[in-house]
């Protein structure tokens, strides 16, 4: 993991190994934000038609490396596009962005200063997150690598002495942690990260950071009457899990719930995914993975907001033991549901998750699933699907994403649905699919929302697209797991404090 620190320094003057800078669009040129007047200066005030002339558009994402002035201090300096700036105001992502872009364009070098424009504490974490953030690798599993890019990232800021610059720092720092155990946690194979493995886990982290940890095993889940999370979990000879985090602060402002789909692989069960289908259902975690991530980032940061958190671990597998399409489970709080897809099991250990989770009165539920295919066929693979009880409740939650930088729109839960739902059934209360191929995603969301106490406002983050990254980096997300929802659960505990 790399450190990260504050520095006054200027961008001409400070030793690394690279200083990343940004380049702003400006007409059909570009021009460069302020902090870079002395570098611009050690290379005779040149370096805007050097980077021109190097191709430099300043669109975002765009990369242009030149040595560094001379005499040199960095042997590097690195250019990154922050895109337009139509309005005159920088975003905080594209600050992120940049920050990411500029750290992975800088590879192996062992120290790297991020002079970006920072005119806030808002702009500082922006900068320090994207630049940890895109310091990710995953490379447990190589046997030739470098164990880690070591190394130091350093924020040149006139701020660097502020409480407020040294707050944002260390939210970013502590985000940035959650956001890397998230990702690590979605890349470990299914194999080593099994419902039991998982559950140890988050119990190991939760000691580490004062949060309490409680695990029901298989034994404690069929006492309980937990019959959606036994149910998936019944083919695979890795037994289910349903983890409890809380963490209760002195004077809690309000009372957050979370709760998180960890399938920790998705065959399918017996309605079995085709193999392209399965390559990247070990990402079927993630939402659990994320609360878990973002109720200790939240501890650890202080924050006055008590939160609950759910995780609902199985690995959904075809076998003699499996449930089989028309078995009908007896779910936790008294619902029957047929299981005509075993496919659609998310919701199955969800719908459990949710009736516990309402038992503790919380002012909000957030359930975040990478529930859906149909999800991504909706929005595609950045922008996750935000669905609610109440607008209100979800607009709270689409706030804090756009704040955080992680992309989310609303999408409803039409009344029809829930009636196909229970309908499609003709010997259980509902069925687990609709039988139509039609807004798959609305229907899932229906289905969870008819396991929500009612008065308890919830809202539904189908992550099924953003969760995990088939494609190649870009910005400060990494191929893989990427963290999504981290953030914005950090940032709602963060913006009700
Ligand atoms: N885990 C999948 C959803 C998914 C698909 C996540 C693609 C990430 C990428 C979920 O359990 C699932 O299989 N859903 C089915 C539901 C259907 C059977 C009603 C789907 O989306 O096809
Ligand atoms: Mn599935
Ligand atoms: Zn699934």
Known sequence: MSTITLSKSDAAGVKTDAVVIGVVKLGGGVTLPAGTESLN?????KLVEVLSDLGATGKSGEVTKVPGPKPAKSPSLIAVGLGPAPDGELKTEDLRAAAGTGVRAAKTAHSVALALPTPDAECIRAVAEGALLGR????????????????????????????EAKAALERAEVTADAVHQVRDWVNTPPSDLHPVEFAAQALKLGKEYGVKVEVLDEKALAKGGYGGILGVGQGSTNPPRLVRLSYTPKKPVTHLAFVGKGITFDSGGLSLKTSTGMVS?????AGAAAVIGATVAIARLGLPVQVTAYAAMAENMPSGSAARPSDVLNMYGGKTVEVLNTDAEGRLVLGDALVRASEDEPD?????????????VALGTKVAGAFANTDAARDRVVDAAVTAGEAMWPLPIPSEMLDKLKSHSKVADLANITG?????????????????????????????????????????????????????????????S
Request: hydrophobic fraction near 45%; include cysteine; charged fraction near 15%.
């Open 41 to 45: 200066a050690a290379y005779g005030g």
């Open 136 to 163: 990710y690798s995953f490379t447990a599993y190589k046997s030739e690598s470098p164990s880690d890019v070591p190394g130091n990232l350093i924020v040149l800021t006139d701020l660097a002495r502020t409480k």
């Open 364 to 376: 909000l539920i957030i359930d975040v699933a990478t529930l859906t295919g149909a999800c991504v």
């Open 436 to 496: 139509e191929p039609w807004g798959g995603a609305l229907a899932a969301a229906a289905f969870l929302g008819d396991f929500v106490a009612e008065g308890i406002d919830w809202v539904h983050l189908d992550v099924a697209g953003p969760a995990f990254n088939d494609g190649g980096p870009s910005g400060y997300t990494p191929t893989g797991g990427t963290g999504y929802a981290v953030r914005t659960l950090v940032e709602l505990a963060a913006s009700a």
């Open 281 to 285: 259902m070990k990402s079927d975690m």
